[in-house]
């Protein structure tokens, strides 16, 4: 029988085509969007800041697919400055969408994931939970609370026989970034500047991140759970010297 997966933030970059990956592998697949996706997935208009609305996206996700035996935990938003930058109610945004929609997505599928014989949950989290990068505590914050919640959500449901691991991108060549670049004064300086912050010297692609995620949702990880996996062209591991 196919896998069924539900994939937050399904509509776009690297939700999309985590999505696309995990139907080519077979698995049938509902995403979860502010604005869904239509076929080959079973698109479902969701807002992760919405509990209720939340609930019932994912009851509908496991009534059309059958179950729910993946969920991709992927919707997230951005953030930029300092801590003297943003006021109390972005940071209660931020947030709202980064951290507590995975708890409101996760909540409400877990009935359904220990139903299910192939139990997994990975959660997008990013590059920003494990180094320091400039402008960006906010966003940062949310990440690194998105790598703890991995690693608690993973210790509580262990013995449920439900994994949970969560993936760390270095800067990914997404729309989301794509409006970033658009948004700087010297878009191509910027994208020079964040080429050249990756040792690979280039930004990672959506599919890479999603045949991370694609391989921590499968079988083939079964004995993988509270684990980060970056996939962010060497920053997080490598110190170079400067290039000759
Ligand atoms: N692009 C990068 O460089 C990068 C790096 C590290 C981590 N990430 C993480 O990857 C994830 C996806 O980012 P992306 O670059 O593909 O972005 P994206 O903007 O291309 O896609 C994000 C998707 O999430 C959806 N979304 C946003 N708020 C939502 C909400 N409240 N409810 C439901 N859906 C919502 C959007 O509609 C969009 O389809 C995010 O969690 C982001 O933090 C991205």
């Not at 992760?48 to 997230?76: F, P, S």
């Not at 989290?125 to 919640?149: D, E, F, H, Q």
Request: proline residues 5%; contains cysteine.
């Amino acid at each position: 029988m196919s896998l069924r997966a539900i994939v937050t933030g399904g509509g776009s970059g690297i939700g999309l085509a985590t999505a696309t990956l995990l139907a080519e592998r077979g698995m049938k697949v509902a995403c979860l969007d502010l604005r869904p996706p239509g076929e080959p997935f079973v698109g479902i208009k969701a807002d992760v800041t919405d509990d209720a609305g939340v609930r019932a996206a994912v009851a509908e996700a496991a009534e059309r697919l059958g179950g729910i035996d993946v969920v991709v935990n992927n919707a997230g938003i951005g953030a930029q400055g300092t801590v003297e930058d943003n006021p109390d109610s972005e940071w209660q945004r931020v947030f709202d969408v980064n951290v507590l929609g995975i708890v409101r997505v996760s909540r409400a599928a877990l009935p359904y994931l220990r139903r299910s014989e192939h139990a997994v949950i990975v959660n997008t989290c990013s590059i920003a939970a494990t180094a320091g990068l400039p402008n960006r505590a906010l966003y940062s914050a949310t990440k690194g609370a998105v790598l703890s919640l991995t690693l608690a959500m993973a210790a509580d449901h262990v013995r449920e026989g439900i994994r949970v691991n969560c993936v760390n991108p270095g800067t990914a060549d997404t729309p989301w970034v794509g409006r970033l670049l658009d948004a700087a004064d010297d878009p191509e300086a910027e994208r020079r500047a964040l080429n050249a912050r990756q040792p690979m010297g280039r930004l990672v692609t959506a599919e890479e991140v999603a045949a991370a995620i694609a391989y921590l949702a499968s079988p083939e990880a079964s004995a993988t759970t509270g684990m980060a996996l970056a996939v962010d062209g060497g920053m997080q591991g490598l110190r170079l010297r400067p290039a000759p």
